[in-house]
């Protein structure tokens, strides 16, 4: 069978977290007077603290200060974790799958490790991953920098990576890659993923086959 990496996104892929996240936020914003809407959440959901939270204040912080606010807000995020983060339904069989196939499988997100960390554990995923690539010191998504690096670290060629994502900075950023992309609209109604090479509801609406088709995976 050929060979495939796997780059999983966390948020809105492996685990719902979308609303752990959200009430996180707008509850740090809110003690700083700055309202914060849903529809914003979903704008920017996919991308590091360091970028968008400048575009949120409305100006450009100090990096100590911008370390403050982000450290402060997911440290809030990691105490909320126990009962209201969740594994997606599909996950775990499609997880299974491609260990039972010799794939490569990584975590790309743009959290930072602690999190990571905290969800992966928490959702006992650990054994599945050769990985867990954050985009400390590159470029976060849609910039590729993050699918590449994590293809790098796992000795993969870009060509024969599938990403796993569910925003649209992420699927620009596995599309700039160079990479397949299977999209899952948790986040988005399908008809804004449509950039991907493939976009289904939910991963437990994937078929055996429906993978195979995708990556073109031929018996040896």
């Known amino acids: 069978m050929n060979q495939w990496t796997i780059l999983w996104d966390m948020d809105g892929v492996l685990a719902d977290t979308a609303e752990a996240h959200y009430k996180t936020w707008s509850k740090f914003l809110a003690e700083k007077n700055i ?34 606010y982000s450290d402060a807000k997911e440290k809030a995020f990691r105490d909320s974790i126990n009962g209201n983060v969740h594994i997606f339904p599909g996950v775990l069989e499609l997880l299974q799958q491609f260990k039972k196939w010799g794939f490569k499988q990584a975590v790309a997100s743009s959290a930072v490790i602690e999190n990571i960390d905290a969800v992966i554990d928490a959702l ?42 569910d925003s649209l900075h992420g699927i620009t950023a596995g599309k700039r890659a160079h990479m397949k992309v299977l999209a899952v609209a948790t986040s988005y109604p399908p008809e804004r993923l449509k950039e991907a090479d493939k976009v289904v509801d939910r991963l437990s609406d994937l078929t055996e086959d429906d993978i195979k088709k995708l990556l073109h995976l031929l018996e040896q």
Not at 38 to 65: C, V
Not at 158 to 165: A, F, G, S, T, W
Request: hydrophobic residues 40%.
């Open 35 to 68: 309202a914060y809407t849903y529809d914003e959440f979903k704008q920017f959901f996919g991308m590091k603290n360091q970028d968008f939270l400048p575009i949120i204040l409305g100006y450009t912080p100090s990096q100590e200060l911008l370390n403050q």
């Open 124 to 165: 006992n995923l650990r054994s599945y991953f050769d990985a867990l690539v954050t985009p400390t010191g590159i470029a976060s998504k849609p910039e590729p920098d993050i699918f590449l690096h994590a293809a790098k670290v796992l000795e993969a060629s870009p060509d024969h990576c599938l990403v796993i994502e």
